[in-house]
């Protein structure tokens, strides 16, 4: 793809080799932590799909009321192929839209295809995909308003609707959230701020907005602090350290700059991340061109039950 990937680790280059033999992140690695969950069902590792090339697949538009929001929102869900023969329980993907999408962003992009090829090729274990609709407002409760919780709507509100409707995992070690540009920023915060809810997650051309570039609803200096993924993980490292955090971006992107910056402050506070600083500008071009890589990675940190799985071939230290 061009480029190169770094797994950004506080350690020497002896200990993260280490670690990388040790996560054991081939296709075969079982997730861990499904037996303590309450339900008798298998999870989506235990089934063998041996009609995968032939079991059904389903893409649904549905609509549920968030209490956040006190409004009827829109989502799309992807389920994977034999959902609707089995009594399987999946883990679950939330992708989150940028500033000028909506929940069928990302499936105009191509990801629930891509997905769905790759399951039925056993590149990656089945899935569930949930792609939430999030208009311009950052995925955040907006300072000063009772009604625009956004944060809540999304971490509280969607991830309640899915786990009730649908065979999910509902544990936050089979939980990920990805995002492109506001999105990224959305994915970041929202884990950073609801711990309990996602241990993986993805920032694709991270936007970060810095105190004078910050919209009304991110309010004043406090109020942004408690939105800002660059002060959320000094405020908040353990949070941040209990995640699988991927990051990455175009060398073209005008938001690059600031997504290194954030990329050293991981560094520098020993937040273990990956790092991708791609060939490539702000643009749909660039999020098709990476969807197979975005998914092999949220692949193999479900497998790891949310920990952090190393990336197979060479780990470079900071």
């Not at 670690?19 to 037996?35: F, L």
């Not at 192929?81 to 329980?89: A, D, I, K």
């Not at 999304?154 to 939980?175: G, L, N, Y």
């Not at 908040?236 to 600031?258: C, H, M, S, Y």
Request: contains cysteine; neutral net charge; charged residues 20%.
């Amino acid at each position: 793809m061009g480029g190169k990937g770094v797994l950004a680790r506080g350690l020497s280059l002896v200990l993260v080799l280490g670690v990388a033999g040790a996560c054991g992140s081939g296709p075969s690695s079982a997730r861990p932590h499904v037996d303590d969950l309450l339900t008798g069902a298998p999870s989506a590792v235990e089934v063998e799909l041996s009609d995968a090339p032939d079991a059904p697949s389903q893409v649904e538009s549905r609509t549920f009321a968030s209490a956040a929001l006190d409004r009827t929102m829109r989502y799309v869900v992807y389920l994977p192929p034999g959902y609707s023969r089995s009594v399987t329980r999946y883990p679950v993907l939330y992708m989150l839209h940028g500033m000028d999408g909506g929940e069928d962003e990302w499936r105009r992009y191509g990801l629930l295809d891509v997905a769905d090829t790759m399951i039925r090729a056993r590149e990656i274990a089945p899935l569930v995909i949930v792609l939430p609709q999030g208009d311009r407002a950052y995925w955040m409760d907006h300072a000063g308003s009772d009604q625009e919780a956004w944060g809540t709507y999304t971490a509280r509100d969607v991830v309640a609707e899915i786990d009730s409707r649908f065979r999910t995992i509902p544990d936050r070690r089979q939980r990920a959230i990805g995002g492109l540009s506001m999105g990224a920023h959305g994915a970041v915060q929202l884990a950073l701020n609801h711990p309990d809810r996602f241990s993986v997650v993805g920032a694709h051309s991270l936007v970060l907005r810095r105190p004078q570039q910050a919209l009304s609803f991110f309010g004043n200096a406090a109020e942004y602090a408690a939105r800002d993924p660059m002060t959320l993980v000094t405020t908040r490292p353990d949070a941040a350290r209990a995640l699988a955090l991927w990051i990455d971006i175009g060398d073209k992107d005008q938001w690059a700059p600031v997504a290194a910056r954030f990329q050293s402050q991981l560094q520098d506070l020993w937040i273990e991340h990956e790092w991708h600083r791609w060939p490539g500008d702000h643009s749909m071009t660039y999020w098709r061109s990476h969807l197979t890589d975005y998914l092999r990675f949220y692949d193999r940190a479900l497998r790891s039950g949310g920990r952090r799985a190393a990336p197979p071939g060479p780990v470079l230290a900071p």
